[in-house]
């Protein structure tokens, strides 16, 4: 049995109408780090997004896939929730990978919280609060493993 068949890394993501925040696990499936903040010009020009997600579960060799899911507050389902289905399925078809959808409610606020507490000023927030988030939504998960 080779070490690929143990270790798997997870992928975390905070799917917004412009940016998709991305985290991944350790092979360990204990922590999620911070990797990037992908933009994008407008919500359904999502090409380029798709294939730059493409080379990050190669590069970490993903095998599962974590996405924020935004319901509201009161648990109904709001508009975004509709957007990210569609995501959902677009990253199933052109990755082949499961991917597992996560309430995330609670996690942008959570991740300014964190972001106001470390000291980051509020004209930078914006450029990490996606990244965080996405950290927070994989985090979730994989504590909910154990």
Do not use: C, H
């Amino acid at each position: 049995m080779g070490p690929r068949e143990i270790y798997m890394r997870i992928l975390g993501l905070d799917y917004g109408s412009v940016t998709v925040g991305v985290a991944v696990s350790d092979a360990l499936l204990i922590t999620a780090q911070p990797v990037e903040v992908i933009k994008r010009k407008s919500e359904t020009k999502l090409r380029q997004t798709l294939a730059r997600l493409e080379e990050i579960i190669a590069e970490y060799e993903v095998d599962k896939i974590v996405l924020g899911y935004p319901k509201n507050m009161n648990n109904t389902l709001g508009e975004r929730v509709e957007r990210t289905e569609e995501f959902k399925e677009k990253l199933e078809k052109r990755t082949g990978l499961e991917v597992v959808l996560w309430d995330e409610r609670l996690t942008t606020v959570s991740a300014m919280e964190i972001l106001k507490e470390g000291g980051v000023r509020r004209e930078n927030r914006k450029a990490y609060v996606d990244k965080i988030a996405a950290v927070l939504i994989l985090q979730g998960y994989l504590d909910s493993l154990r």
